[in-house]
């Protein structure tokens, strides 16, 4: 596989065939891009909905009225919707929670291993949570990565897609009961195919020259 083609091809779709839907196995690989996405201190402060169903993704649309009713009819005309969500809290029953998975999944060979891994990802969210005063700007930086991986892994199993930051997110929030649920969305992404009238598809990438992002030492 050639990533950096990918990479170059993949484009924001603006316009989805509203028939066609995205194959079962290759549904289950965007979940597992998701799930597997890094997070510093393997924190995996996120939860994903996965709306493919109509009635799913017309409940997401209700976050794309008014000033985001641009976003709309990427919604709806997806074949599948993914509400990209944060946890809104880092507390010590979810930090042993993520303890008891690691151990569960043979990460530590050791007691001392795992009481060296249970401090180290304490420190690092009381630094958040404490001294940067960011801890949940911290967790959505998170949310961001599993973003990133998701656009690229959609683009090698040739799905197109189109992230959102428009939409009403204490409107999605209040739809699925999130805050309740200790989470609060941050991202959503359309996945489906392109339709023939996306005109997004016919225009060429832009951005800036390598020279000027890119500092080879
Ligand atoms: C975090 C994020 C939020 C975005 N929000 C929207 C959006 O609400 N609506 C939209 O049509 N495109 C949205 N975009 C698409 C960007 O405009 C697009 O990624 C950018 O112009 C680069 O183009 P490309 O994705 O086609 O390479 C978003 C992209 C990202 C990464």
Same mark, same amino acid.
């Given at each position: ?8 091809? #993949? ?93 569960? !999944?043979? #990460? ?9 891994? !249970?401090?180290?990802?304490?420190? /690092?969210?009381?630094?958040?949570? /404490? ?13 961001? $990565? ?29 739809? /699925? ?5 200790? $989470? ?13 009238? !996306? ?8 951005? $800036? ?9």
């Amino acid at each position: 596989m050639n990533i950096s083609h990918f990479a170059q091809t #993949r484009y924001t779709t603006k316009v989805f065939d509203p028939v066609r839907k995205i194959p079962e196995a290759t549904l289950a690989q965007l979940c597992t891009l998701l799930r597997n996405s890094p997070s510093s201190v393997n924190s995996q402060p996120w939860h994903f909905l996965v709306a493919s169903s109509e009635e799913g993704k017309a409940r997401v649309a209700k976050a794309t009225q008014d000033a985001f009713a641009f976003n709309e009819p990427k919604v709806k005309n997806a074949a599948t919707v993914i509400v990209l969500c944060a946890r809104t809290a880092m507390e010590p029953a979810q930090l042993a929670h993520l303890l008891e998975q690691e151990q569960a !999944d043979g #990460r530590f060979a050791s007691e001392a291993a795992k009481a060296g891994q !249970d401090a180290g990802r304490n420190k /690092f969210v009381n630094l958040h949570r /404490f001294d940067h005063k960011d801890l949940q700007h911290w967790m959505e930086k998170q949310v961001y $990565l599993a973003l990133g991986t998701l656009l690229l892994g959609a683009a090698t199993l040739e799905v197109d897609a189109c992230p959102m930051e428009g939409f009403n997110a204490a409107a999605l929030d209040a739809e /699925f009961g999130l805050r309740e649920k200790g $989470l609060t969305s941050v991202v959503v992404v359309s996945l489906g195919y392109r339709s023939d009238e !996306d005109f997004n598809a016919k225009l060429p990438k832009s951005r $800036l020259p390598a020279q000027e992002v890119l500092t080879i030492l």
